[in-house]
């Protein structure tokens, strides 16, 4: 690449969403990313998290973080890539829900090797919209 030159954005809207919908990243999480809509359920906006870790959206995911628990700033790890992820059970969270819990395993590589995170996320809604609050990790994973 010449010095200077811009690179060529990649047009991954037309792609399988990586939040694991059937539906592209176009019609699913894109618009949530772009701020077009927002979050309808906890379990919605835990996959368009996931989708812009995969993505490497870290404004959106600042964005989507509850203020109390948000870091000043976010680094994703390059090495790091986001492949699947299996939502295992959600408590609440739902249209009329003030908050909710989502427990999912979120699968990815990290310099080629595979490797599972599984978290059981706290979500809240402030202002309105669903935010990320905080997660713990359960003690027995049983992957």
């Not at 109390?68 to 700033?73: L, V």
């Not at 408590?91 to 059981?120: I, K, N």
């Not at 919209?129 to 359960?138: A, I, K, N, R, S």
Request: net charge positive; with cysteine.
């Amino acid at each position: 690449m010449k010095r200077g030159a811009a690179r060529k954005a990649v047009d991954n809207s037309t792609r399988p969403c990586p939040c694991g919908s059937t539906r592209t990243y176009g019609d699913c999480c894109r618009p949530l990313h772009r701020g077009e809509t927002t979050a309808a359920t906890a379990e919605q906006l835990m996959r368009s998290r996931f989708s812009a870790f995969s993505v490497g959206d870290t404004a959106y995911l600042l964005r989507t973080w509850h203020p109390t628990t948000r870091p000043a700033r976010l680094t994703l790890d390059p090495r790091q890539r986001w492949t699947r992820l299996d939502v295992v059970d959600t408590d609440r969270g739902g249209l009329f829900d003030t908050a909710g819990t989502v427990e999912f395993r979120a699968h990815y590589q990290e310099s080629g090797q595979p490797d599972t995170m599984h978290e059981r996320s706290r979500f809240v809604r402030d202002d309105g919209q669903w935010v990320y609050l905080d997660g713990e990790t359960p003690r027995s994973v049983g992957q």
